[in-house]
């Protein structure tokens, strides 16, 4: 099983953009300019201008062109998640590297969620301090009977 890069910073500077990204991921391919426009539903022309930086795709056809590609949408917008595939002649080794990436991908989400729950919190409990130790609890609740 092919093991996924990992992509936490783009060293290439032709890798540093959207356009170049998909540029690469479509070189790791061995699919055509032509081959990916007709998978995806749009013009050659116009995935030469995406991948030129002459312009972007529209969110459905990042999602499209991700999945068409193998990588992740995300890794297409930041050059941060599942990149291209790197294929080596080792499954036991393929096989590792595909689940740190999935353990990586896992730590960086759980990090997120971490900093989002701290922010909510932050927010309670001054509005806790404001309202007088109610938390905003003794209002009407939108929602409930």
Known sequence: MPARKIFSRMTDSSD???GGRLSAARDASGLSLADIANRIGVKRENLLAWETD???PRPSNLIDLA???GVSPMWL???LGSGPVEETSDPALDSLKLDLQRLTD???ECGRLIEKIERQIERYE????RDGGTGGLDRPVMGRA
Request: proline share 0%; hydrophobic share 25%.
């Open 77 to 79: 917008m930041t050059g």
């Open 67 to 69: 999945a068409t590609l």
């Open 106 to 108: 896992t730590h960086r």
């Open 126 to 129: 001054a509005g806790n301090r």
């Open 54 to 56: 002459r312009s972007e």
């Open 16 to 18: 540093d953009t959207l």
